[in-house]
């Protein structure tokens, strides 16, 4: 027991390190792809992709056979192109842990994230079932979003075991005339919601407009906006809240998710306080 401890300290330590050189966005961005990884996991790595609306793949059973597993799951598709369409799937065993977080016995409200450039639509199922936010069809739609806007379609009660499918229309936006930019998945997890969604948000938070922001992601265009005497006097305050992110860490380790949200709680007032001009 003795050694345990002294290893995940040892992990903490090496964690804090990493978060005391954090000044500019690219350093934001690695400490935030470590940070999801405390109560979330990663479905993009294997999600299947088919270009084109027809035949549509919502359903549950939907035929799969014409879909591929991408390489680069964040690939660019339909620039220019009027009607630039495609369909996103994945089906998986929901696992014990999310990250660092068992999965209470008795199930917990997750939520399914996703951010996609252009238009989008999900659908997700449970065990057979339409399922999050309570809907009859298990639908919910979005468009022409910030990367930082993470939507989720949590409430979705949930237990380990659970099987989930869960499809995306993508879309050029407008669809019509086409768009330059194309469409494509930003960003597709699994992760703890509930009450936890009232610490998680603010502490990653979102970029408002050029230049303005809260949270981590905040912090990031602040750093990658700011320049000189501005972007000197930004990182001096940032420094204190962003090396006291070990806080986060060590309580993701704890595998205890109530002080986990604390601590990401507070390490967001710390944060918000600091980007305050």
Known sequence: MRHLSCLISFVVLLLASATLSAQTPDEITALIARLVELDSIDLAKEVKFRPGLEPPLHELDADESAMKVLSNPYEVFGQNK???????RISFVVPEKLGKIAIPKNGYNLGIETNCLGRWETYAYINGKPAGL???????MN??????????????????????TFAILNTASPL????????????????????????RRPFYGD????????GLHGAREL????????????????????????AVFAAGETGKLDELSKAMKDASVEINEALKK
């Open 207 to 214: 970029v408002l407009a050029p230049g303005q922001g809260n």
């Open 82 to 88: 009027p009607g630039a369409a495609g369909w996103y």
């Open 223 to 246: 750093l990658s906006t700011r320049q000189g005497d501005d972007l000197t006097a930004l990182q001096a305050k940032l420094k204190g809240p962003l090396s006291r992110i070990d």
């Open 134 to 140: 309570w809907s009859k069809d298990g639908m919910q």
């Open 143 to 164: 468009q022409d979003q910030r990367p930082t806007v993470w939507m989720s379609n949590a409430p979705m009660p949930t237990k380990a075991g659970d099987k989930i």
């Open 176 to 199: 019509g005339r086409g768009s330059p930019d194309g469409f494509g998945l930003r960003h597709l997890r699994i992760r703890f919601a509930l009450a936890h969604t009232a610490s």
